[in-house]
Nanobody, 122 residues
Framework: QVQLVDTGGGLVQAGGSLRLSCAAS????????MGWFRQAPGKEREFVAA????????THADSVKGRFTISRDNAKNTVNLQMNNLEPEDTAVYYC???????????????WGQGTQVTVSS
C-alpha cells in the first residue's frame, strides 16, 4: 500500500525559510513524478512544484520560482521542498503527491500525503 508522509511545516516569519519533506513507501518511486501542492483557507488546491524521478526535470509554479526548490532522493524515496523568502501569501497546507507523468500529477495524482501546515506571519 502506497503511503506518503509529509513533514516539516511550521510557523515562520516573513522572509524566513522552511524545508518540507515527503517520505514515500509501498512502491519504487524512481519512475514516478513527485510533487507538491498547497491549499490556502477558502481557496482551491494549487500546484507548487514537481520533479521527475527518471530525468530529474523540475517544474515550479510562477508564484514560487526563485524562492522554492524541489529536490528528491530516489534511493530514499523522498522528495523535498526548500522554501526561502517566505511570504504571508504562502500560508497553506502543503501536500505531497505522486503520479506517473507531469500531466497526470497536475490533473489527478495517484496518491496524496496527509498535508503539513505552513504559516507565514507578517
Amino acid at each position: 500500500q502506497v503511503q506518503l508522509v509529509d513533514t516539516g511545516g511550521g510557523l515562520v516569519q516573513a522572509g524566513g525559510s522552511l524545508r518540507l519533506s515527503c517520505a514515500a513507501s509501498g512502491d519504487t518511486f524512481s519512475n514516478y513524478v513527485m510533487g507538491w501542492f498547497r491549499q490556502a483557507p477558502g481557496k482551491e488546491r494549487e500546484f507548487v512544484a514537481a520533479i521527475s524521478g527518471r530525468t530529474g526535470i523540475k517544474t515550479h509554479a510562477d508564484s514560487v520560482k526563485g524562492r522554492f526548490t524541489i529536490s528528491r532522493d530516489n534511493a530514499k524515496n523522498t522528495v523535498n521542498l526548500q522554501m526561502n523568502n517566505l511570504e504571508p501569501e504562502d500560508t497553506a497546507v502543503y501536500y505531497c503527491a505522486v503520479s506517473s507523468t507531469f500531466a497526470t500529477l497536475r490533473l489527478s495524482p495517484d496518491h496524496w500525503g496527509q498535508g503539513t501546515q505552513v504559516t507565514v506571519s507578517s
